[in-house]
């Protein structure tokens, strides 16, 4: 006798029904669901803001700050579980994927019982989320993203960070391109093969899925959708995917990209009263121009004031999310300075709530200049260097920086490191792929590239050297943009060979070469080069397999 209620059914047999109902267009999502799902579960899907509000606060420890935004803890994971990130390895991908110190592989079969897992844990909820939005802001190219999570701050998370779908796109939203399953609240059965932990985020490109087990982190489904974009833009559509922020110039519209990972700078100086933000993080580079792939901003908050970062401080507002954050029980007024939960608490705000934003987040100009970000600790580069396009290839692919205190658990002083293409974590492919797209497109569009250096000068920063003056980086950044800059007299560094301006408008001389700063250049400079420039040559190691040798030669010669 067959069974005469949905929950009767096991979880193979919903699914078969689900394909039978994904054919008939009169359906509703909510059938739909819960044919998947326990047939008495609410299903929100796109709900208000002020109802996921009211939901997010049943929630223990989640509140309201003084200003407004709804303020949630991630649980114990406070950040990324990049050793967790897993990629199903399956024929229609396993070719094209970067497998090694970032992507990790798994079976089919595993992913198979995490995936099983998850659903099961969601069955048991009686309220589900799901938020269906786009990646990518230049229709050509957008992805229908659907979220299915299991807590409202998850939800709000993800429509602030996503492109939210006018009312007629959402009713014709139809079948999502890519869907995470977000049981982050349950764990992972550690014992399953290829499994590190409880913990596990898998993306299969097969089933185009994404499953999130044992974290809570909101950041996962962000940097997930990443990942996807880095894997889909250039395989299907020859479109450059890039971890930079954007701007665009009120009055020419030339387009700067910026490199740099955290503590470099990239959201203070792409933040400029006379350029419009087109992005803080992710954006893509197409034959139409550039596009951000985000709808919001998702930005670090350990020190943030009102002074030095106004346009984030002033977005933390009804309808943002702050995570993480520590706050005065009786006022609610946060704390930013307190890590005692992490230092990287965040707020994911959308980005309409910058007011220099370029809505809609796209410009069908090319970039005119690249900008790639390093804070060096150790003194040795110039505050500006001119690149050539094989030492934008080796640098980008480097994407070198000192690690600042503050910046992850346990950093107490400035430490190098190394991010290729200055977002390793989040490659699907190998690195050499997307550093000759970036050549290709830069010599196609005629852009310019610079090396800035946001660190120290005249000494390390360990033999009291110090850093380079903001207002010193905000003129180079100007004369870069009113193209004074490319028409100076140069010089080279030595070992890196960096070409270094003689003279840059409202920055001193003497401030721009580094070998004529320190007090004892020909010893302790020569010695510093060599030292970074052997970090360099070290790390360049692991990539040189697939690199040219133009490129290997633009690296320090040592």
């Known amino acids: 006798m067959a069974p005469t209620k949905i929950e009767d059914y096991s979880l193979n047999e919903r699914e078969n029904i689900i394909k039978n109902l994904k054919s008939n267009s009169n359906v509703k999502l909510d059938n739909v669901m819960k044919c998947l799902y326990n047939k008495d579960i609410t299903i929100k899907r796109n709900p208000p803001i002020a109802e996921l509000y009211e939901d997010g606060l049943k929630e223990d420890s989640t509140t309201l700050s ?58 048991t909820r009686k309220i589900l989320y799901v938020i269906d939005a786009y990646a990518g802001w230049d229709a050509n190219y957008r992805i229908k993203i659907r979220v299915v999570c299991a807590r409202p701050y998850h939800a ?21 391109d890519f869907t995470i399953w977000n049981a982050g609240s349950f764990y992972a059965n550690s014992l399953t093969k290829d499994m590190t932990s409880k913990t596990s985020i898998e993306i299969n490109f097969k089933s185009m899925e994404m499953v999130i087990l044992g974290t809570e982190y909101a950041g996962e489904m962000k940097k997930g959708i990443f990942t996807v974009m880095f894997y889909l833009m250039p395989v299907y559509h020859n479109v450059l995917t890039l971890h930079s922020s954007a701007n665009q110039g009120v009055n020419n519209g030339d387009v700067t990209l910026f490199f740099g990972l955290s503590g470099t700078g990239k959201t203070t100086l792409s933040a400029d009263p006379h350029r419009e933000l087109i992005g803080d993080d992710e954006h893509c580079w197409s034959d139409h121009g550039v596009f951000n792939i985000e709808g919001g901003c998702y930005a670090k908050c350990i020190g943030l004031t009102e002074e030095k970062e106004p346009e984030i401080f002033n977005a933390i507002k009804f309808g943002s999310v702050l995570e993480n954050c520590v706050y ?19 707020c994911a705000y959308p980005i309409d709530f910058i007011e220099s934003a370029k809505i809609p987040c796209l410009t069908d100009k090319h970039p005119t200049n690249l900008i790639l970000l390093t804070c060096d600790a150790s003194g040795v580069l110039p505050p500006v260097s001119k690149l050539t396009p094989e030492q934008v290839m080796y640098h980008f692919i480097s994407g070198y920086t000192s690690k600042m205190a503050g910046t992850e658990q346990g950093v107490t002083e400035p430490e190098p490191t190394f991010s290729a293409c200055f977002g390793q974590p989040f490659l699907a492919l190998h690195p050499m792929k997307y550093a000759q797209m970036l050549a290709d497109k830069m010599n196609h569009h005629k852009a310019s590239a610079w090396l800035i250096n ?105």
């Open 66 to 123: 003084s200003t407004g935004a709804l303020m949630a803890y991630s649980g114990v994971k406070t950040g990324r579980s990049p050793k967790d990130k897993r990629i199903v390895e399956e024929p229609s991908s396993k070719d094209n994927i970067w497998w090694g110190p970032v992507n990790k592989p798994c079976s089919e079969l595993t992913w198979s019982i995490n995936r099983e897992r998850a659903i099961d844990y969601l069955n």
């Open 156 to 176: 709000l998370f993800m429509n602030n960070m996503l492109i939210r779908p006018t009312t007629e796109e959402l009713e014709n939203f139809g079948e999502p």
């Open 328 to 346: 005065d029980e009786n006022t609610h007024v946060v704390d930013y300075d307190d890590s005692r939960i992490t230092e990287n608490t965040r």
């Open 454 to 558: 946001t660190g120290w000068t005249g000494a390390s920063y360990t033999a009291g050297g110090k850093r380079c003056p903001l207002k010193y980086t905000r003129a180079i950044l100007d004369a870069i943009h009113n193209g004074s800059l490319a028409n100076e007299e140069y010089e080279t560094l030595p070992v890196f060979n960096l070409p270094i301006p003689k003279n840059v408008e409202n920055v001193p001389s003497e401030l721009l070469n580094p070998s004529k700063t320190w007090s004892d250049p020909d010893v302790t400079y020569s010695q510093a080069v060599k030292k970074l420039g052997s970090l360099f040559v070290q790390n360049f190691t692991i990539y040189q397999d697939q690199a040219t040798d133009d490129v290997i030669a633009a690296g320090p010669a040592l």
